[in-house]
């Protein structure tokens, strides 16, 4: 299996600051046939699912606020808020969709200060 | 509007048979495979298995093959995922979750459903 790990555990914040949180993959997750990633990142809220942000490591889903950028290549990957609102405070999860199984990082809480 | 709408929260001990549902709309049905994601109290998210609703196709992460079976209803847009018994460690948020055809990722996911085991 791909192994994700995310730094870092936890991160704290003022609001309108930029928070960022990285992802690394065991082994690549780029294909080459079509050169894209096979990353994903997932923000939860307490009692609420999993929400897709961004699929091929940079690609923002429709209505997610361009506030959320992914970037990376490979095996390293970043997720940024580049000015954090109090509605972002929640889990941010990665996830590679390139083996099977899909695997998910161990998440980044994100509080705000 | 694509909904995944998963059945309620149970409570059931230790060796006792449990199925789960997840009924969708808005979407062909047999169009997306769906897939079932744990998460532990606390704890992050790992994938369970996954289902073609088209054919029934199966696959299941080592970790739960043979401890859960995943199927689905055509005739109700419905997948399931079943225990024929019960451990105390199943005590967990069960997800289902639409993996997106063109690009792979969970792009819809349910509401979740809690199952608590314990005697």
């Known amino acids: 299996d791909i192994v994700m790990t995310q730094s870092p555990d936890s991160l704290t914040v003022s609001l309108g600051e930029r928070a960022t949180i990285n992802c690394k993959s065991s082994?690549?997750?780029?294909?080459?046939?079509?050169?894209?990633?096979?990353l994903a990142w997932y923000q939860q809220k307490p009692g609420q699912p999993p929400k897709l942000l961004i699929h091929w490591a940079s690609t923002r889903e429709s209505g997610v606020p361009d506030r959320f950028s992914g970037s990376g290549s490979g095996t390293d990957f970043t997720l940024t808020i580049s000015s954090l609102q109090a509605e972002d405070v929640a889990v941010y999860f990665c996830?590679?969709?390139?083996?099977?199984?899909?695997?998910f990082g161990p998440g980044t809480k994100i509080d705000v200060k | 509007e694509v909904q995944l709408v998963q059945s309620g929260a149970e409570v059931r001990k230790p060796g006792e048979s449990l199925t789960i549902s997840c009924k969708t709309s808005?979407?062909?049905?047999?169009?997306?495979?769906i897939t079932w994601v744990r998460q532990m109290p606390g704890k992050g998210l790992e994938w369970m298995g996954r289902?073609?609703?088209?054919?029934?196709?199966?696959n299941y992460s080592p970790s739960f093959q043979g401890h859960v079976i995943i199927s689905a209803d055509k005739s109700t847009n419905t997948v399931y995922l079943h225990w024929a018994s019960l451990k105390a460690s199943d005590t967990a948020i069960y997800f289902c979750?639409?993996?997106?055809?063109?690009?792979?990722?969970?792009?819809?996911w349910g509401q979740g459903t809690l199952v608590s085991v314990s005697s």
């Open positions: 979750a639409r993996r997106a055809r063109r690009i792979g990722a969970f792009d819809y």
């Open positions: 996830q590679q969709y390139y083996g099977t199984p899909p695997t």
């Open positions: 289902i073609d609703p088209n054919d029934s196709n199966n």
């Open positions: 808005g979407y062909d049905f047999t169009s997306n495979w």
């Open positions: 082994q690549s997750v780029l294909y080459s046939s079509n050169n894209k990633n096979y």
